[in-house]
């Protein structure tokens, strides 16, 4: 069961990247906050890589063209989902944003039941249902009359684009056709070298006043690269163990590190019924576990 472990360290990580980037978002642009993911991500990845090897030595993969589109398809896709996921803190406050963008475990299901091949039981919808009520809850701004469908929209939106970034590391994983946790190092690596690279090579020919910006932050952009990579590591890892719609709906547990952090460290305040949304989304990760 070593994929719940890596999968609870995951979203412990996850809630506080989060936390770092609400606050990032607040004086940087979302691409900025985007990159502040990755910037520092990629060193971090190399030496975990190279101290796996060196603790225990291993074969070198063979990237095939199917393994390389893996691996771009998952960095582009991330990269919008995490942008969705900065405008979202940018509508909302941090607990209701994260817990909108966890639409991803319900999207996970849905999706890898459709091009996966992944099948859910009767009590496995019953989650999925109970989880689109939690994420309604989570939409609304001051009543379920005052719904907003832009936030819904932008929350479905979010948690789809991080879904398909799962599924398509899992696939990069499996293709790859290395012992664990090798293989999951290696697409951890390339996704965060390839993203960071893109993002460094667009900002710096649209916007250099975005990078001046993370330059004048140190701090909050290590954490947030630091919190990234080591939720990253335990995702990747999961992911090659399990497949992903069990991996994300486990970690669900991340609504409840958000809403410690958020009332603790940002001082935000949640409404009951917010709560009682994100306690529902949470009932849903529980339920789809048990198929």
């Known amino acids: 069961m070593t994929w719940i ?13 989060n936390a770092f980037q609400s606050q990032l978002s607040l004086e940087v642009k979302t691409l900025g906050v985007t990159l ?11 030496l975990y890589l190279v101290s796996l090897y060196l603790y225990k030595p291993a074969p070198l993969p063979h990237f095939t063209p199917e393994f390389i589109s893996y691996i771009i398809a998952a960095s582009l ?32 299901a849905i999706l890898g039941l459709v091009f996966f091949g992944t099948s859910l039981t009767f009590l496995g919808w019953i989650g999925v249902f109970i989880g689109g009520i939690g994420i309604f809850l989570l939409s609304t701004t001051a009543g379920i009359k005052s719904l907003s469908l832009k936030i ?8 789809s684009a991080f879904a398909l970034t799962s599924l398509w590391v899992r696939e990069a994983s499996l293709a790859l056709h290395l012992a664990f946790p090798y293989s999951a190092a290696w697409v951890l690596l390339l996704v965060i070298s390839l993203q960071t690279l893109l993002l ?10 975005t990078l001046q910006a993370l330059w004048q932050r140190p701090k909050l952009t290590l954490l947030t690269s630091i919190a990234s990579c080591l939720g990253s590591i335990g995702w990747f890892s999961a992911m090659s163990l399990q497949a992903v719609p069990y991996v994300k709906t486990l970690g669900q547990v991340e609504i409840f590190f958000t809403m410690l952090i958020s009332f603790l460290w940002l001082k935000q305040k949640i409404r009951i019924k917010d709560g009682v949304g994100l306690i529902l989304v949470a009932l849903a990760a529980i339920l789809v576990m048990w198929v």
């Open 5 to 17: 472990v890596f999968t609870f360290f995951a979203a412990f990580m996850q809630s506080w990247r």
């Open 36 to 46: 502040a993911r990755f910037l520092w991500a990629s060193p971090i990845a190399a």
């Open 77 to 108: 896709m991330q990269i919008l989902a995490t942008a969705l996921m900065v405008l979202l803190f940018k509508q909302s406050n941090y607990a209701v944003g994260a817990g909108l963008a966890k639409s991803e475990a319900l999207a996970a």
């Open 152 to 159: 819904v929209l932008l929350g479905l939106a979010c948690g």
């Open 200 to 209: 460094m090579i667009y900002i710096a020919s649209t916007d250099i006043s």
